[in-house]
């Protein structure tokens, strides 16, 4: 149980346009969920914790017009990169939060974003 | 052996031996450790986790240590395998319960 999916695991842009990534809980209800960024052999860093039903609350020096999350249901979250720049590129990984269980959060299998 | 610079730390071990992966965490308020490998183009996989209450908790071939007197958390895998080779992260998360990452260190298991 508990398995996150995230979709898609790699995406390829041109400069200027928006990428949508998603984050599913399968088998769970998921009220919060996180999204991170990595960047190559650096850690996970914070951008926003995703609630469901209510805003998104980012990270200092987190651009919410730039990364705008939806969650608007308690199974899926989205992160949409909007005009995407080649400074965007990154890996993308999102955990969610099983309802009622503060200490459950399953990852899931992250997104390489390229921009061009 | 470990070695820290401005790369990701490494620790290098032969197969069949004991590692050893340690971690600073920051905040005293933290009540919640986790350990997390990463492989190569893929999300963090939950390992062990423990809470402030215990020093100590066994899994199957791995043991997670907390000490909070000096915050130090550290990762024991017993008879490392070349399948154990990835990096490892170290989580703290407190009243928020939103889990903040470590450094990471970079397990390579030689055959």
């Known amino acids: 149980g508990a398995v996150v999916s995230q979709h898609p695991s790699r995406v390829i842009c041109k400069s200027g346009t928006s990428v949508k990534i998603e984050c599913r809980s399968l088998?769970?209800?998921?009220?919060?969920m996180f999204w991170y960024r990595q960047f190559p052999k650096k850690s996970l860093m914070l951008m926003a914790t995703?609630?469901?039903?209510?805003?998104?609350?980012?990270e200092q020096g987190v651009e919410k017009d730039k990364f705008l999350i939806n969650h608007a249901s308690l199974t899926l979250s989205t992160l949409t990169v909007t005009s995407a720049h080649p400074e965007d590129s990154s890996f993308y990984i999102c955990?969610?939060?099983?309802?009622?269980?503060?200490?459950?959060?399953?990852f899931g299998s992250g997104t390489r974003l390229t921009v061009v | 052996g470990e070695s820290v610079g401005l790369h990701l730390p490494t620790l290098s071990v032969q197969e069949g031996d004991n590692s050893i992966i340690n971690c600073a965490y920051s905040n005293s308020a933290s009540d919640y450790f986790i350990w997390y490998k990463q492989e190569s183009g893929k999300g963090p996989q939950f390992i062990i986790d423990?809470?402030?209450?215990?020093d100590k908790r066994q899994g199957q071939r791995v043991t997670v240590l907390l000490n909070k007197t000096v915050k130090h958390l550290s990762l024991q895998i017993a008879a490392t395998q070349p399948g154990d080779s990835a990096v490892y992260f170290c989580?703290?998360?407190?009243?928020?319960?939103?889990?903040?990452f470590g450094r990471g260190t970079s397990l390579i298991v030689h055959p």
């Open positions: 955990s969610a939060r099983r309802t009622g269980n503060n200490y459950g959060y399953t």
């Open positions: 989580a703290e998360s407190g009243g928020s319960y939103i889990p903040t």
């Open positions: 995703s609630n469901e039903g209510s805003k998104a609350t980012y």
């Open positions: 423990i809470r402030s209450n215990m």
């Open positions: 088998d769970f209800q998921a009220t919060t």
